[in-house]
């Protein structure tokens, strides 16, 4: 069997024989994500064949659904499927950007879960969604998120409690020392370590930087320093932690600033139903004693 090659986006399309898998409604989406993820995937092609026709070579396009991602509104559309209940447009908004954020990482060829990643998802998660009325939908709402993604909610959560635990066992020298201690947690930075090092697929993200920052937290390692030691011990991009976390604290800025805004609109409406009620009660009361009058005459 001849050796697969990978292909170009741009020299796949040239393919003057595709047989690809995929629907004509998928390939030409015209979503604006679907096309910047399609880029970043390889297609496959196998072996060149003599036509019995013709001594022209045929190259034979194919391609897997394991090859190319779903688009994003398919992930979109499987939290929709998942949890069904209208949900604030203050949460909604931002767990749109999320989800696209999110799906855009999952289906990066590098990306490979890892419970850092888990936990910054899981701490902007729920910070997110403090203060949501029902705890029981934030959870179901966890829940529809991750598996949209089609991974699994339960393993964030297990994966984020054990990092928190780990942590605040932690104090800041011992927390950058990971290299020399044994242990679960510390087998899981080490094998990030070698991995962002270049001997082996390492994405890093925004989650991955929020995940950093917990740990620190937990720690109580609040020096600059330490952040800087602890990017140095993983193999990390100290400049692109600090950007992201300057995003993250602006995104919390901006929830807490709309929350307050929330609130003030709710109690403003309640109010309003209170005073409108007024009059009608006061109606109901005269109705109530003329007919209790009218009933004793």
């Known amino acids: ?44 092609y196998g072996g060149v064949r003599a036509s ?18 779903p688009p994003v509104s398919e992930t979109k559309l499987s939290f929709l499927k998942a949890y069904k209940r209208p949900i604030p447009s203050i949460y909604n908004n931002v767990l749109q950007e999320l989800i696209v954020q999110q799906h855009l990482m999952k289906y990066k060829a590098s990306y ?3 419970p850092v990643f888990a936990l910054g998802f899981v701490t902007v998660y729920d910070k997110l969604m403090e203060g949501y009325p029902s705890d029981e939908d934030r959870d179901a709402i966890f829940q529809a998120y991750i ?9 964030y959560r297990k994966d984020a409690q054990k990092l928190e635990e780990w942590a ?9 020392e990971f290299s020399s201690k044994e242990g679960e947690v510390e087998g899981i930075l080490k094998d990030i370590a ?5 001997k082996g697929e390492f994405s890093y993200s925004r989650f991955f930087a929020v995940g950093l920052f917990r740990l620190l937290e937990l720690a109580n390692a609040t020096e600059p320093t330490i952040l800087e030691k602890l990017c140095a011990a993983l193999n990390i991009d100290k400049r692109s932690v600090d950007r992201d976390l300057d995003v993250y604290r602006n ?13 003030e ?33």
């Not at 019995?52 to 991602?69: A, G, L, R």
């Not at 605040?168 to 950058?176: C, F, I, K």
């Not at 995104?251 to 609130?263: C, M």
């Open 112 to 114: 490979r879960y890892d």
């Open 251 to 263: 995104l919390l800025s901006r929830l807490v600033q709309a929350k307050e805004l929330l609130r």
């Open 194 to 198: 070698v991995r962002a090092g270049g």
């Open 168 to 176: 605040r066992a932690q104090n800041p020298t011992s927390l950058v």
């Open 147 to 155: 598996n949209a993604l089609k991974e699994d909610p339960e393993q």
């Open 1 to 44: 069997m001849a050796a697969l090659t990978s292909l170009s986006f741009s020299a796949v399309t040239q393919c003057s024989e595709r047989k690809a898998t995929l629907s004509s409604t998928r390939f030409l989406a015209s979503n604006s994500e679907v096309f910047r993820i399609r880029t970043d995937f390889s297609y496959h």
């Open 265 to 297: 609109y709710v109690d403003r409406e309640k109010k309003k139903r209170e005073e409108r009620a007024e009059p009608q009660k006061a109606n109901e009361a005269v109705t109530k004693c003329l007919g209790h009058q009218l009933s004793v005459l």
């Open 52 to 69: 019995n026709s013709s001594s022209k070579m045929v190259i034979q396009c194919m391609s897997s659904e394991t090859d190319v991602p």
